[in-house]
């Protein structure tokens, strides 16, 4: 299919996402992805774990792309993609996890917040959170890629930029979800992964 967006990056960092998703998914049955894209992470992460129901969810404007790549794969285990803008309505849960990647440093701060604060209400009480991203440590880069990189999506737009992982940490405690991993991927890039009600 011609017509398919194609995002690089989902090829580079698939396998390494994969390997998270592998150990910490291996019991969850109904995933939400949050910011689908291109659908290309969909399409692989839904073949490699068919024991997950993989739901898509995207503003309007990226759900024919999704579509396009999930009919072509026509698997089993992923629904039609589901419009969400995190500031709206959200779709029906519940959902025992939930996985993002490469969009808090996109969001504005205040759509960020407004992500963390909705999961409770289509979260199951054990859910489990993926998020895949650049991350800044004690307010500080990582690397001096993620500076430059940085400093290129505040020139995109103001509200952009790399997220600091401990202000992530405090939306997520507020909404009930505690950090129990973070693991180093390629391209000085994070998996972390919080877990609701940890035992």
Known sequence: MADKPHAPACERNR????EVLQ???????????????????AVYFAAALTWLDWQCSDRAENLPGIRAWL???????????LELDVGGPWPRGP??????????????????EQLFAQLPAIATDDARLVIYGPFNYGGRYTSDSN??????????????????????????AAAGFALVDDVAMPANNRCRVWQRNPG
């Open 71 to 81: 009919d072509e794969a026509a698997l089993p285990n992923t629904p039609l993609p």
């Open 95 to 112: 959902f025992d996890a939930a996985f993002s990647a490469n969009t808090l440093h996109i969001m504005a701060w205040h759509e960020v």
């Open 147 to 172: 500076a430059a990189f940085d400093q290129w999506l505040k020139a995109r737009g103001a509200h952009m930029g790399i997220r600091d992982a401990e202000a992530v940490d405090a939306l997520a």
């Open 15 to 18: 396998e390494p996402i994969l």
């Open 23 to 41: 150990r910490h998914f291996a019991d969850r049955r109904r995933v939400l992805e949050i910011g689908s894209g291109t659908g290309q992470h």
